[in-house]
């Protein structure tokens, strides 16, 4: 990485756990603020929080690859997640996904060349009466059909 791109994400990091605190029991709470920053977790951020934190850099990569809500790969700006549970599927939520695949040109667990957009599907979002449901950045779109995918994604471009 860039001399200058780690010195930026290394401040950045700091910024923000100055913000939260730099005890050991912060760990979570410093690595989803991170994640919310950059839309992954770099590995000079990880290696920073370790120092910063007293907490091996072992267990910060065990926490970083455990919970499913951090990336140690670049993600997307704008983070959609699909439904494809049971009540979503018979709804249509194939037909959704595949819309969204081509307005965006990735498949689920891919992220665009731009960073712009990361898909994912999941199992339930626990609104089942409103399938098929799409989530894009914490913001649920329910009811969906085919035909209303482009103007939804056009919202976060």
Not at 51 to 61: D, I, K, N
Request: proline share 4%.
């Amino acid at each position: 990485m860039e001399t200058g791109k780690s010195d930026k994400i290394i401040e950045e990091t700091d910024k923000l756990i100055n913000s939260i605190g730099n005890e050991p029991d912060k760990l979570i709470q410093v690595l989803l603020r991170i994640q919310k920053e950059f839309h992954w977790l770099p590995p000079d951020s990880l290696r920073r929080v370790s120092e910063r934190l007293g907490v091996p850099f072992s267990r910060v990569r065990h926490v970083a690859t455990f919970f499913k809500a951090f990336s140690l790969v670049p993600r997307g700006k704008h983070e959609i997640r699909v439904c494809v549970g049971t009540a979503c599927h018979v709804r249509g939520a194939q037909r959704v996904l595949d819309a969204i695949c081509d307005c965006t040109g990735i498949a689920p667990g891919e992220t665009d060349k731009d960073l712009k957009f990361s898909l994912e599907t999941v199992n339930c979002l626990g609104c089942c009466a409103l399938g098929p449901v799409v989530v894009v950045d914490g913001e649920y779109h329910g009811n969906l059909v085919q035909s209303q995918v482009e103007k939804v994604l056009k919202k976060y471009e």
